[in-house]
C-alpha cells in the first residue's frame, strides 16, 4: 500500500507539464517536417495544438473517473487481502470462498478452520486463504500440508489463494494428488478490488499513513512499474524531439534512456500480467 502515498503535488504538475510539452512537440515537429521551418508550419503546428488541448480538456473528465475507478479497485483489493492477514481464518476462508463463487460456480457446502469445502462440477474442492504478506510464497512443506488436510476433508484438490508466488518445488509437489491449485495475489486483488472498492474513509485513511523508506528493491519495482511506462514514453519522445528541433546533443541520451526504461516497464508488466485461473 505504501506505493500509492509517493505521489506528490509537485510530480503531478510535472506529469501535466510534460504531457503538455510533448503535445506541443508534436504539433510542432509534424508541420515542421512536412513544410520546413516556415511561418506557416508554425502556425499550423500551434493551431493544431491548440485543437489537441480542446479534446484532451472535454474528454480529461471520463479519464479521471476511469483512472479514479481503476485505482479504487486497485487500493480496495490490497486492503481487503491486508485484512485477511490479522481476520479470524473461519471467516477470510469464507470471504475468499464467497468471492471466488462469483466467477466460477461453486457451491459452499463447510467452513472449517483451514478451509472451505466447496462443490464444483461435481467434485469437492478446499478453498484456503493464504493468509499470508505480500512477500510470502508457498514453499513445498506448505503444499504438503495442503495435501493432507484433503485427505482428511476428503476433497479431491485444494486451491490456495493469496500467495504472491511459488517456489519450483511447491510447484512440483502441487501436481501429486491431490493437487493444489494457486491464484496469486494480483489475480486476488483484482477479485476483491472489484467486489470492495475503496471508500472515501478508505482513501483518507490511507492518506495518513507516514511513509517510510524504501528499499532497493522497493525502489526497482517503482521505477519498474508497468504504470509509469507511458510516462517513459512521453519523456524520451519529448526529448528526442528536443533533440531533432535543436540539435543539441544534451538530449539523445536520456531520451533513450526513457525509451529504454519504457521497453522494461512493458517486459515487466508482461510478466507479471495475470490471467483468470483454472480451478
Known sequence: MQEYLQKTRLSAVMDRLGGTAL????SMLLFVMLWGLHLTAIAAGIATFGLCMMMRRRTRAHRLQVREERLRQ???GEMKLEAWTVEQPRR???ETA???STVYPLTLLRTYAEGVACEMNGEQLLIICAQAHASDQATARDVAAIQRLCGRKKA???VLCGMSGQTAEAQEQAE???QVRFISREQMISLAGAAWPATDRDLVALGKRKRARHRPMQWRRRMLDARRARNYLMYGLLLLGMYLITGHAVYPL???ACLLLMALCRVAGERGHSQRPEL
Do not use: E
Open 176 to 178: 501429486i494428488s491431490p
Open 74 to 76: 486497485r487500493i480496495g
Open 156 to 158: 479431491a484438490r485444494a
Open 98 to 100: 464467497l468471492l471466488l
Open 254 to 256: 536520456p531520451g533513450l
Open 92 to 94: 477470510a476462508h469464507f
Open 23 to 26: 503535445l506541443f512537440a508534436g
